[in-house]
């Protein structure tokens, strides 16, 4: 069973560019989470999605940022415009959502965006 | 809104020593899960353990065990038995059943085990 999948792994954009992340959860789950990790900090929420819905962007910032989860396909975390401040690690992490497997959330390698 | 506080930035232990990591959190909530992660330097996140809010007993995972204290809203990580391998950065993170299931996490603490 293959994990959380993340990519690309590393992805270099120039201010003013667009950047996109993708994520594939693991098979059968159906929750998908966002998360971002800026240099010398701890993970910080920015979305949570089930398919083809939303179900808390409290995380995210207001604009710029969007976040999709459609019927086939990866997630994608979208960054329009981006910014030096953007300039970070960004990780998906999939779940199940069930107490039965104590609430685990398997978390994918991370994209490493950095903006020039 | 919860937080979670990890007042070592950094530690170092011997190899083969026990070494205990800190963590205190805030809530006003009952149902709950606590986790320690790891991140080693290839990033990716490990669950370590994971602590359910209602049972009393600690949970351990061989040589990594927790002290959970839930009125004094602390819980430590203890590792035993050191390893080179063990040279990470921990997480501690809290997470509120019945919302979104979102993980808050804390600043880290970065261990280092020396031979």
């Known amino acids: 069973n293959a994990g959380v999948m993340q990519n690309p792994r590393h992805l270099v954009r120039r201010r003013g560019q667009e950047a996109r992340l993708r994520c594939s959860p693991m098979?059968?789950?159906?929750?998908v989470y966002w998360y971002r990790q800026l240099p010398e900090e701890g993970l910080k929420f920015m979305v949570y999605l089930q398919k083809e819905n939303i179900i808390d962007e409290s995380g995210m910032p207001k604009e710029r940022f969007s976040a999709e989860f459609p019927k086939e396909g990866p997630s994608i975390l979208r960054i329009q415009q981006v910014v030096r401040g953007d300039s970070a690690a960004y990780f998906c992490?999939?779940?199940?959502?069930?107490?039965?497997?104590?609430?685990?959330?398997?978390f994918g390698p991370g994209t490493r965006l950095t903006v020039t | 809104a919860q937080t979670v506080t990890q007042s070592q930035p950094e530690m170092s232990v011997q190899e083969a020593e026990t070494v205990t990591l800190s963590c205190t959190y805030d809530?006003?909530?009952?149902?709950?899960?606590l986790f320690w992660y790891k991140q080693p330097p290839s990033r990716q996140m490990i669950l370590v353990i994971r602590?359910?809010?209602?049972?009393?007993q600690n949970a351990t995972e061989n040589r990594f065990s927790v002290n959970f204290q839930k009125a004094a809203k602390s819980f430590s990580l203890k590792i035993s038995d050191s390893q080179l391998g063990d040279t990470a950065m921990y997480f501690c993170?809290?997470?509120?059943?019945?919302?979104?299931?979102?993980?808050?996490f804390g600043k880290g603490t970065k261990l280092t085990v020396n031979p």
């Open positions: 809530t006003s909530e009952n149902n709950y899960y």
């Open positions: 602590q359910e809010a209602y049972k009393q």
């Open positions: 993170a809290f997470m509120k059943i019945g919302g979104s299931e979102k993980l808050v």
């Open positions: 098979k059968g789950h159906s929750h």
């Open positions: 992490a999939s779940s199940l959502l069930a107490s039965g497997t104590g609430y685990e959330q398997y």
